[in-house]
């Protein structure tokens, strides 16, 4: 298959915003050794390239339907992308923690699918808004999105959802596997939650391509992804204690 | 350049509601129209020779510019060159509309400014940072520096 490589290149080249940047060690895999190199996140695609003024970039990663995994110990500060059964893992190693907590948070809220159901999420919220607290400010801003949703809007009655109870459930559903179906009874049906949005998208057209995922999906992706950081975090806790008992056993026993 | 072209293959394969039979022709001077399956999945247009699984390509839509040509027929010019361009013929003007509004909804940057905006005027409306319930406020790819022109705040700033 033929990636248009001049486009990947014009835009790691183009003014759009660099996301992250910096050196990680990337994994040989048949060597099983490691190399550094520079990488580039933007939007969901990683570049990388020797060092940071080469021209010629060695490769990109694109970052959809991937999980970022932290690794405990193979290789200090290791994390993975890994694209699943049959598919590639990628295996990193950062200089420190705190590069290492940095890069993963960053290329989990990297893919093009969370974007998206993200961006929804907050279309609703931002209709809820509107709504709720409104007219106080005649809209001072002149932006095309803004209007045209405002026409939207008024034309559409649609359920309200309650934000409130949708950040619970996200908090409540903190440990339960990702995507399984919960107790929860879903209150929007997908069906519904297509046709709210096939009338709320900002400019007067078709639904966006993921328009079935629901936001029960999405607190639960949301919370999936959560629990990286907080495993990330654990372990940083729990090497922090080894290193305090270590240093307590090196104390003089008087007792 | 390497690619984690399997992954991306893969990709491809995923449904989308933007997957039709397009008369597609090639930027090339000397390009003619070919029958491909056009899909359209994340930022990437994947174009397939009618009844085969693996695409012939995919095209990064971002920074390129789509256009209506007549009718029935659109345009994506990529690279600054505007006489370098992909056309695409479609069967009607409905759905030709739909593929231009669906591409360029599909960039990540068009994502991105739409975010920012709604972010901002949540935090306007109520007071609220919206990202904050899902803990990631100070994700660099989300702060509201990033590429959208300075709207009116009354409140402090994100």
Redesign the interface.
């Known amino acids: 298959?033929?990636?248009?490589?001049?486009?990947?290149?014009?835009?790691l080249s183009?003014t759009?915003?660099v996301?992250?940047e910096g050196y990680l060690n990337k994994k040989k895999m048949r060597t099983a050794t490691f190399q550094r190199r520079w990488f580039v996140l933007k939007?969901?695609?990683l570049f990388y390239q020797e060092r940071p003024a080469d021209r010629h970039?060695?490769?990109?990663?694109?970052l959809?339907?991937?999980a970022v995994r932290c690794l405990a110990a193979e290789e200090q500060f290791a994390f993975s992308l890994v694209?699943?059964p049959?598919?590639?893992t990628y295996t990193f190693a950062a200089e420190n923690r705190q590069a290492q907590e940095s890069w993963v948070?960053?290329l989990m809220?990297?893919?093009?699918?969370y974007?998206?159901l993200?961006?929804k999420n907050?279309?609703r919220?931002?209709e809820e808004?509107?709504q709720?607290?409104?007219c106080?400010?005649a809209?001072?801003?002149s932006?095309a999105?803004?209007l045209s949703m405002n026409r939207i809007s008024l034309a559409v009655p649609g359920p309200s959802v309650d934000v409130r109870e949708w950040?619970s459930f996200?908090a409540s559903a903190v440990l339960q596997a990702p995507l399984a179906s919960t107790k929860a009874a879903t209150k929007k049906s997908p069906k519904l939650w297509s046709r709210r949005n096939a009338y709320v998208?900002?400019?007067n057209?078709?639904?966006?391509?993921y328009?079935e995922w629901s936001m029960q999906e999405f607190s639960q992706l949301?919370d999936y992804y959560?629990q990286e950081?907080e495993r990330v975090r654990e372990e940083w806790l729990k090497s922090k204690r080894v290193e305090d008992d270590t240093s307590e056993e090196d104390l003089i026993d008087l007792g | 350049m390497r690619f984690n072209e399997k992954e991306m293959v893969s990709l491809s394969r995923q449904p989308s509601e933007m997957a039709a039979e397009l008369g597609m022709r090639g930027p090339k001077k000397g390009d003619v129209v070919k029958r491909r399956l056009v899909k359209l999945v994340v930022n990437f247009l994947f174009y397939f020779r009618i009844d085969e699984e693996e695409p012939i390509g995919a095209l990064l839509l971002e920074q390129c510019r789509v256009e209506k040509e007549d009718k029935q027929t659109f345009s994506i010019a990529f690279l600054d060159e505007a006489e370098r361009k992909y056309v695409f013929e479609c069967d009607s003007e409905d759905q030709c509309k739909e593929w231009i509004d669906a591409i360029i909804k599909a960039s990540y940057e068009f994502m991105r400014k739409n975010l920012i905006f709604y972010r901002t005027e949540i935090h306007r409306l109520t007071g609220k940072d919206p990202l904050e319930q899902y803990g990631i406020s100070d994700e660099a790819r989300f702060q509201v520096s990033n590429g959208l022109q300075a709207l009116p705040r009354e409140s402090s700033s994100l």
């Open positions: 298959m033929k990636v248009h490589e001049k486009l990947l290149t014009h835009y183009c759009s915003p996301d992250k939007a969901n695609l970039l060695l490769g990109v990663i694109v959809e339907g991937c694209f699943g049959g598919l590639k948070e960053a809220s990297a893919s093009h699918c974007l998206s993200l961006v907050l279309e919220e931002y808004a509107k709720q607290h409104g106080r400010a809209s001072s801003s932006s999105l803004s950040r996200s998208t900002p400019l057209g078709p639904a966006l391509p328009g949301h959560g950081v």
